[in-house]
C-alpha cells in the first residue's frame, strides 16, 4: 500500500465467469493504491460453479484481494450510497445483463442495487465491460448509458475480432485510471481502443 487512504469504493463481480481470473486483481490493486474496497457480487457470481472454478473460491479470492466479506444481499448494498459508505462503485466485469438492467433501471440484483444506490447519491459508477453481444444486442444499452450521469466506461474493444466479432471487453488495468478520471467528472479517452483484447 502506498499509504494514503484515497476512501471507500464498492467493487463488483458479475456473472463474466472467464473474466474473473483478470478481474479479481484489480480489488487488491486498488485497495494497494489506498482503497478501502467493499467487494460486491451480482447473485450469478455469488452462486454459479463453471468451468473457471466454484464459486466460493471466486468469493473467497475477491474477499482476500478486498480485506473485507463479500456483498451479496440487496439488503447488503442498499445503504452505500444514502449512507456515503462508498465514494464510487467499480463493475469490473459487467455483463450484458447488468447493462441491460442499468439501462432499463432495475434494481433486483446487488450489482444494479448498487449502482442505484451510488447514483441516488450523485456518485460514479465506472463499467468495465465484458460481453459477447457488445456490437449486438448489448450495443444499444452501452449507447444509453454513455448519455447518463454519472456512468462512466473504462476502454473497450473487441478481444476476439475473428471467432467472436460482436463481443467487447474491457481492458481492466486502466480500471485505476478510468476511476480516477471519474471520481474528476470525466469521462477517460479514447473509450475505444484501437487494437483487440487478447482473449481468455
Given at each position: ?60 479470492r ?42 432499463a ?27 459477447n ?6 450495443g ?18 473487441q ?5 467472436k ?12 485510471e ?21 482473449p481468455?
Open positions: 500500500m502506498n499509504g494514503e487512504h484515497k476512501g471507500s469504493l464498492a467493487f463488483a463481480l458479475c456473472g463474466s465467469f472467464c473474466t474473473f481470473e483478470a478481474a479479481v486483481p484489480q480489488a487488491a490493486r486498488l485497495a494497494a493504491l489506498g482503497w478501502q474496497v467493499l467487494p460486491v457480487m451480482s447473485f450469478a457470481a455469488a452462486a454459479t460453479d463453471t468451468r473457471f472454478g466454484p464459486a466460493a473460491g471466486w468469493k473467497a475477491l474477499e482476500a484481494a478486498a480485506g473485507r466479506p463479500v456483498l451479496d444481499t440487496l439488503t447488503a448494498v442498499e445503504p452505500l450510497g444514502p449512507q456515503g459508505l462508498a465514494q464510487a462503485l467499480v463493475i469490473a466485469p459487467c455483463t450484458g445483463a447488468t447493462l441491460a438492467r442499468l439501462a433501471g432495475l434494481s433486483d440484483t446487488p450489482v444494479a442495487l448498487a449502482a442505484k444506490s451510488l447514483l441516488r447519491a450523485g456518485r460514479p459508477v465506472v463499467v468495465a465491460v465484458s460481453t453481444d457488445g456490437l449486438g444486442a448489448s444499444e444499452n452501452i449507447a444509453r448509458l454513455m448519455q447518463r450521469k454519472h456512468f462512466y466506461f473504462v476502454p473497450f474493444a478481444d476476439d475480432p475473428v471467432h466479432p460482436q463481443s467487447l471487453k474491457a481492458d481492466l488495468a486502466l480500471v485505476p478510468t476511476l480516477a478520471a471519474a471520481l474528476e467528472g470525466r469521462q477517460i479517452q479514447p473509450v475505444l481502443l484501437q487494437r483487440p483484447l487478447s481468455p
